[in-house]
């Protein structure tokens, strides 16, 4: 996986507390004070699918001619991968609302809050490790941040030799 999508283990890897994310999306649609929906917007989460490719195509065929409800549509087409990258073991979060106007999507407050680990490809130059160091210093103290190096995963901040 780093090398698909880390360039070439060179890039970080996020990993997310589900609960917490799962707690913090539904307080942006509910409020519990008033047991009242906020918005008119659904959250959907769900572990992907894995499956021959054939049977994808197939079902986004079927879908495409259907007369199911968008939301229908946008799960059906998002909750399946082909069976190759099944080792990924991967969960998605479908958020939906007609009117779009409701939430800002790509503004959760407090995002760090949800992180639990951040990977960071063994590939890094002397200036990127600088940089990601100085980034959990101020941004994010409370966040592992772990490198392999040799063989064994170390926290970037105990990292004396700047170059790998």
Request: net charge negative; glycine share 4%; proline share 1%.
């Amino acid at each position: 996986m780093w090398g698909n999508y880390a360039d070439s283990c060179k890039g970080v890897c996020i990993e997310i507390d589900k609960k917490k994310l799962d707690n913090k999306l539904w307080n942006m649609i509910y409020d519990i004070g008033s047991d009242s929906k906020k918005v008119e917007t659904h959250i959907g989460k769900f572990k992907i699918n894995y499956k021959r490719q054939s049977k994808i195509d197939e079902t986004i065929l079927n879908i495409v001619n259907s007369r199911l409800p968008l939301y229908s549509i946008l799960e059906n087409l998002f909750n399946s991968k082909s069976e190759e990258w099944a080792v990924e073991n991967e969960f998605r979060y479908l958020v939906y609302n007609n009117r779009f106007t409701d939430m800002d999507y790509f503004n959760i407050s407090n995002f760090s809050n949800v992180i639990s680990k951040i990977f960071v490809g063994e590939m890094q130059s002397e200036d990127s490790i600088k940089l990601l160091k100085s980034i959990k210093a101020k941004l994010a103290p409370d966040i592992e941040f772990n490198i392999n190096i040799n063989g064994s995963e170390k926290e970037i901040s105990s990292i004396v030799n700047e170059c790998i």
